[in-house]
């Protein structure tokens, strides 16, 4: 499976903006589909994901509130909606994509269950 994220860009703090990340190569409706975000130096941070069912989300306590993972498998899409951005959402965000099925949440927060990767879309929120 291949992933393209893209959608990201300059807003100012307050705004939203929704990422997409397209599949090719396969269909994403038998794998749980994630966000992370990274900035240079720092650590990978877990951002969202929902689980291959679709039923279920889970979000970094960061986003908690503020972003909201969907998916549409008809489109082998996924998304991203992002409100009241802050400057601290600034970073470089990634979709990802699990084809393994873990009862527990902590391999997806962890990044441990992720076997796809997109090449990032850049946000960027000035304050």
């Known amino acids: 499976v291949q992933l393209q994220a893209s959608g990201g860009g300059l807003v100012q703090t307050g705004d939203s903006l929704r990422l997409s990340c397209a599949a090719s190569?396969?269909?994403?409706?038998?794998?749980?589909m994630g966000w992370f975000r990274q900035l240079p130096g720092k650590e990978r941070e877990f951002v969202a994901y929902?689980?291959?069912?679709?039923?279920?989300?889970l979000y970094g306590d960061a986003v908690k509130g503020r972003f909201t993972i969907s998916r549409d498998n008809a489109k082998n899409t996924v998304y991203l909606q992002m409100n009241s951005l802050k400057p601290e959402d600034t970073a470089v965000y990634y979709c990802?994509?699990?084809?393994?099925?873990?009862?527990?949440?902590?391999?997806?927060?962890?990044?441990?269950?992720?076997?796809?990767w997109g090449q990032g879309t850049l946000v960027t929120v000035s304050s």
């Open positions: 990802t994509a699990s084809a393994q099925y873990y009862n527990s949440d902590h391999y997806y927060r962890a990044g441990s269950a992720w076997n796809y």
């Open positions: 190569g396969g269909t994403i409706g038998g794998y749980s």
């Open positions: 929902v689980r291959w069912s679709g039923g279920s989300t």
